[in-house]
């Protein structure tokens, strides 16, 4: 069965840097892009962007341009995600999510990680 | 970029009641939409994708509908289950997710 599992909850100073992991299993990696969406406490969800696991193409929502970066590791089958120069509304929870396809970040998602929490606090 | 907004953002229904939440988009999607549901301390489900594809798995009581600008999801007959946040996605150009709408016991 497909999965995405997550890496555990952080903690982070503002200023610092975290980096989510989500390892996906039960499909071929390749075959499905992964996007990372975050949802701040009690809040809706945010789109952050996109990576092609196929070729490493990648799209970040405009509002985290320079401070967020997608990679992946197709021989562990893992996507991460960085996010830089935390602040304290990066405080969320931060989830990757399979895409319906692999080539286009404008797309829907079938399964979705179990979430990992950051918080952001001095 | 494209806004979404959902009506109402909160409603309170019964269990067998037929529910129905409009989704609009500020621009034309075509039918580049999702909905999702979602529990608290859970991650979204898709239920439905392209406007009205029912995601599999998904119960029949879920229904997706509209295109252009205007979309709705109905629940033809609440089940307890279905007491959740509601979002609706965009996916025209680039992702933006409605507001959400909660559905909660009246």
């Known amino acids: 069965q497909v999965q995405l599992v997550q890496s555990g909850a952080e903690v982070k100073k503002p200023g610092a840097s975290v980096k989510v992991s989500c390892k996906a299993s039960?499909?071929?990696?390749?075959?499905?892009?992964i996007s990372w969406v975050r949802q701040a406490p009690g809040q809706g969800l945010e789109w952050m962007g996109w990576?092609?696991?196929?070729?490493?193409?990648?799209n970040y929502a405009q509002k985290l341009q320079g401070r967020v970066t997608m990679t992946t590791d197709t021989s562990t089958s893992t996507a991460y995600m960085e996010l830089r120069s935390l602040r304290s509304d990066d405080t969320a929870v931060y989830y990757c999510?399979?895409?319906?396809?692999?080539?286009?970040?404008?797309?829907?998602?079938?399964?979705w990680g179990q979430g990992t929490l950051v918080t952001v606090s001095s | 970029d494209i806004q979404m907004t959902q009506s109402p953002s909160t409603l309170s229904a019964s269990v067998g009641d037929r529910v129905t939440i409009t989704c609009r988009a500020s621009?034309?999607?075509?039918?580049?939409l999702a909905w999702y549901q979602q529990k608290p301390g859970k991650a979204p489900k898709l239920l439905i994708y392209?406007?009205?594809s029912l995601e599999s798995g998904v119960p029949s009581r879920f229904s997706g509908s509209g295109s252009g600008t205007e979309f709705t999801l109905t629940i033809s007959s609440l089940q307890p289950d279905d007491f959740a946040t509601y979002y609706c996605?965009?996916?025209?150009?680039?992702?933006?997710f409605g507001p959400g709408t909660k559905v909660d016991i009246k």
């Open positions: 996605q965009q996916y025209n150009s680039w992702v933006t």
């Open positions: 621009q034309s999607i075509s039918s580049w």
């Open positions: 990576i092609s696991t196929y070729n490493g193409n990648t």
């Open positions: 039960g499909y071929t990696f390749t075959s499905y892009g």
């Open positions: 392209k406007a009205s």
């Open positions: 999510a399979r895409d319906l396809t692999v080539d286009t970040a404008m797309v829907a998602f079938d399964y």
